[in-house]
DNA sequence: TTTTGAGTTGTTCGA
DNA sequence: GTCGAACAACTCAAA
């Protein structure tokens, strides 16, 4: 009998285009083991919403590899230290995983390269293959989708092993439901109306959005219109990867390119996060350091805009969405994330810790680098100059369904006032007035800005 | 090294 | 109400 390998789990959470997967199936039996590292990452460690997530995504996928005649091994720590504890207990010749960019991942694998095997597969291309033409990484998005088109397609997915041997003894398991990762806040009923875990899932999603990509273009910006993939949880726990994705959009029109730019948007940020690790807590650009209100009036506001009690509909509406299903729409992520920073003048790394423990999706590079491109403080930034109008948003991109489908004390308004309903001389109640003016705001962060300067 | 052109997602103002 | 121009401004990528 050969001596079996680990699989290490991780975000990709799937048996169709796993290389690992398939490497480690070739090379004889095989342990699954997923590790729920809580050390690692710090304060990065993955956040509630997330756990709703996982512990469905593991359920799932535990079941996928019962029906093979196989396990999911659950073990709790540092994943170092647990994988090497495996290794000693099992016999395991070897570990098998996917390559991931969060700097603690990257630490880890450095850790254990002396017995860890790493494969491509949660990403169009390999990062450091794409860079500029003086070999640094990429920090312009439009430069780096350049480049990565030359090597696109992706090769062809990958099929799922046929069959997978079981080791001649499995090492002992945790019981999910022992990991505690459903919330104690009451949150899962409507999660459960909003997510389905599990590669199956993931599948299906891809299927329904391959229906609606033809509109991608204009649809994707109306919040009132479920026209954005609502891939991302699945892509972010690799329940789908992104080169099945790129390969069953093809051919389905217009909007397959716009999506596919989104979709390469995961492989830029992760470039910048490995480049810069500490993106996520740090400002790429130092002046901004010292930019943010704080205090007790700055914890109000912070508290206001995270309960969606703002008195800006739209920035409202996207905060109760977030909050109840765990995501936002992309649009309206932009118009609050640019409303704590700029209209309240709050630190974004505020913003970006709220997101990353309400989203399921929150990924650390993309959260890192949005964020920090709202806030106009990265590098490839927005200018701080430049403050969304949130009213004039809401009313562009038509979000008047949105708005009362998520803030109910506003759902009796008309698409003309419901924008603004203070000034169409509406005060429903229980919904607050606006925490600060347009006008004042923005002057008041233009200001800010000028004295930094 | 220097220069040049361009940059996910806008807003406001005034004609 | 609609439209185009002005806004403000800094860094990156590539020639």
Request: aromatic fraction near 10%; include cysteine.
């Amino acid at each position: 009998m050969t001596e079996p390998v680990l699989l290490w789990l991780r975000q990709d959470l799937r048996l169709h285009d796993q290389p690992a997967l398939l490497a480690a199936a070739r090379s004889g039996p095989v342990i699954p083991v997923y590790v729920l590292d809580d050390e690692s990452a710090g304060d990065w460690r993955i956040g509630g919403a997330q756990r709703w997530y996982l512990h469905h995504a593991l359920e799932a996928l535990a079941a996928s590899l019962e029906a093979m005649g196989s396990r999911l091994i659950l073990r709790r720590g540092d994943a170092v230290t647990v994988l090497r504890a495996l290794l000693e207990e099992t016999g395991a010749a070897a570990i098998h995983a996917i390559r991931h960019y969060e700097p603690w991942w990257r630490s880890a694998e450095a850790a254990l390269s002396d017995a860890l095997y790493l494969h491509d597969g949660n990403h169009l291309a390999r990062i450091e293959d794409l860079t500029t033409g003086a070999g640094t990484p990429f920090r312009v998005y439009s430069s780096f989708w350049k480049a990565l088109s030359q090597r696109m397609p992706p090769d062809a997915p990958l099929p799922a092993p046929n069959t997978l041997a079981a080791p001649a003894k499995w090492p002992g398991s945790d019981v999910l439901a022992d990991w505690g990762l459903l919330p104690k806040r009451d949150w899962a009923k409507a999660f459960d109306a909003a997510w389905t875990a599990g590669e199956a899932a993931a599948r299906n999603a891809v299927d329904a959005f391959a229906g609606q990509v033809a509109a991608y273009d204009t649809d994707r910006n109306l919040p009132s219109v479920e026209g954005s993939s609502r891939l991302s949880p699945h892509l972010h726990f690799g329940e789908v990867s992104p080169r099945q994705v790129w390969h069953a959009l093809s051919g389905l029109g217009e909007g397959v390119q716009t999506f596919r730019k989104e979709l390469a948007w995961r492989d830029f940020t992760d470039g910048v996060v490995t480049a810069l690790p500490d993106y996520g807590d740090r400002n790429g650009r130092p002046k901004f350091d010292s930019l943010w209100r704080d205090g007790a009036d700055a914890q109000r506001d912070l508290k206001a805009w995270q309960t969606g009690r703002t008195g800006y509909p739209i920035v409202d509406a996207g905060m109760r969405q977030l909050w109840t299903i765990g995501w936002m729409h992309n649009r309206v992520r932009m118009i609050t994330a640019s409303f704590l920073i700029k209209h309240l003048l709050l630190d974004w790394r505020w913003g970006e810790r709220w997101f990353w423990d309400c989203l399921v999706d929150a990924d650390y590079g993309n959260n890192s680098v949005n964020w920090q491109w709202v806030a106009g403080t990265g590098v490839d930034a927005n200018m701080f100059g430049r403050i969304m109008a949130p009213l004039t948003q809401s009313e562009k991109f038509d979000a008047g369904g949105y708005i009362r489908h998520w803030v109910p004390e506003l759902g009796g308004l008309s698409d003309a006032v419901i924008h603004d309903p203070e000034a169409g001389g509406c005060r429903p109640r229980g919904y607050p007035v606006k925490i600060i003016g347009h006008r004042e705001a923005r002057e008041r962060a233009l200001a800010a800005a000028a004295r930094m300067r």
